[in-house]
């Protein structure tokens, strides 16, 4: 079965950074766009950042744009998101996405999603 499936985030206080990574198996994500999304309580699920299979080439929110990465190995079927100077306002769960093109992705429809991590950030 194809899945993505997240890993790390946590709890930091403001300022702080995490990382989450995101595993896929079941098939062969390297064509694939890889993003990721994040939604927190009451509010839609909103697009954080996307990597294209081909050329790296990576888009992000203006919230989160300085301050978050993006990448992805795809010898390994992996893509991660590294937090840094994290603030409150980050605080959500934030979900792992494949789409067939990087437009699928920044559009908010991507052919998978994973189940998701709960990143928290304190102030």
């Known amino acids: 079965q194809v899945q993505l499936v997240e890993s790390g985030g946590g709890l930091v206080q403001a300022g702080g950074s995490l990382s989450s990574s995101c595993a896929a198996s079941?098939?062969?994500?390297?064509?694939?766009?890889m993003g990721w999304f994040r939604q927190s309580p009451g509010k839609e699920r909103e697009f954080v950042a996307v990597?294209?299979?081909?050329?790296?080439?990576?888009h992000y929110a203006d919230s989160v744009k300085g301050r978050f990465t993006i990448s992805r190995d795809n010898a390994k079927n992996t893509a991660s998101l590294q937090m840094n100077s994290l603030k409150p306002e980050d605080t959500a769960v934030y979900f792992c996405?494949?789409?067939?093109?990087?437009?699928?992705?920044?559009?908010?429809?991507?052919?998978?999603w994973g189940r998701g991590t709960q990143v928290t950030v304190s102030s």
């Open positions: 996405a494949a789409g067939r093109s990087f437009g699928d992705v920044l559009s908010r429809r991507p052919n998978l």
């Open positions: 990597i294209s299979w081909s050329d790296g080439s990576t």
């Open positions: 079941g098939g062969t994500f390297s064509t694939y766009a």
